[in-house]
């Protein structure tokens, strides 16, 4: 059983994507709803937070974790590995590799979160397999709040306005490719897109997802998605519905992610 988690809505992008490469995998999802956003919090506060997320779903039985979100993925992981003995796999790597993969002109554009732009850990990643590239990084802190309260609609005026501001450099800068470092990002890729035409997206939760799939066996289950959240079980429910195309039906729980 995978356990994937985020601080809200944003890992949907990665089940999404897991759902169709292995639908009889058996899933825990977590989001943190009660604590979201995690990207304007401190370091300590995000390691503090993923390990309470990451000893949840354990309890549960996962024998594999997926760190949907870019946050933790750029702050936290390595000190996850180190203290869970459970394989981790993040956003960061996959997504690094596939926008070196993507780049043409060898300009990436990367936008997240404060504390994941705050990070380097996608720069870091791309300059490692090619030196070569240049980036832009810039943080997007209201993406999120706008994304978990449903100004996710192709033609949304605040959230396209909001966007024409935070894409200015990476428009002047000419990225052919840009990361889309949180996995909140997604769900508003129409209107990004938008705002940058022609320029390719990568999509981190989707390419976490291919990347787990290589690396592990398929466990052949029945399929089976538990969510839970640390707040309000009903708005998740109809919210996840809409995003993922499927009904979440009665699978979402509460959980005092405090006590873990
Ligand atoms: N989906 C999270 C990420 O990928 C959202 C960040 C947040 O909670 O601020 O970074």
């Known amino acids: 059983m995978i356990g994937v988690f985020d601080s809200g809505m ?12 292995m639908p009889q995998e058996d899933i825990i999802y977590f989001g943190d709803t009660g604590r979201v956003p995690y990207g304007t919090r ?42 869970f003995n459970v394989p981790i796999f993040g956003v960061v790597e996959a997504a690094a590799e596939k926008a070196c993969e993507l780049t043409g002109n060898g300009k990436v554009g990367i936008i997240g979160t ?29 993406f999120v709040p706008l994304v978990e309260n449903g100004f996710t609609d192709a033609e949304d005026e605040i959230t396209r306005l909001c966007a024409k501001r935070y894409l200015e450099d990476i428009k002047s800068f000419g990225a052919d490719t840009l990361i889309l470092g949180c996995t909140h990002y997604p769900i508003i890729a129409p209107v990004i897109s938008k705002v940058l035409p022609g320029v390719d997206l990568v999509n981190t939760g989707a390419e ?19 969510y839970y959240v640390s707040d309000d079980v009903d708005s998740f429910k109809s919210a996840a519905s ?9 699978n979402v729980f509460k959980v005092d992610i405090e006590k873990y």
Do not use: W
């Open 242 to 250: 809409t995003f993922l195309e499927m009904p979440v039906g009665d």
């Open 114 to 142: 404060n504390a994941t732009v705050k990070s380097g850990a996608y720069v870091k990643h791309i300059n490692a397999i090619r030196p070569d590239i240049e980036t832009v990084s810039t943080p997007c802190p209201l």
């Open 10 to 21: 944003g890992g949907l992008t990665a089940i999404k994507q897991i759902v169709k490469m």
């Open 208 to 226: 976490a997802a291919k990347k787990l799939f290589e690396s592990i066996s398929p466990r052949g289950g029945s399929g089976r998605i538990e």
């Open 42 to 83: 401190s370091k300590d506060t995000i390691i503090k937070y993923s390990r309470q997320d990451v000893r949840f779903l354990l309890s549960k039985g996962v024998d594999a974790i997926l760190i949907a979100c870019g946050t933790v993925s750029a702050n936290a992981i390595d000190i996850l590995r180190s203290e």
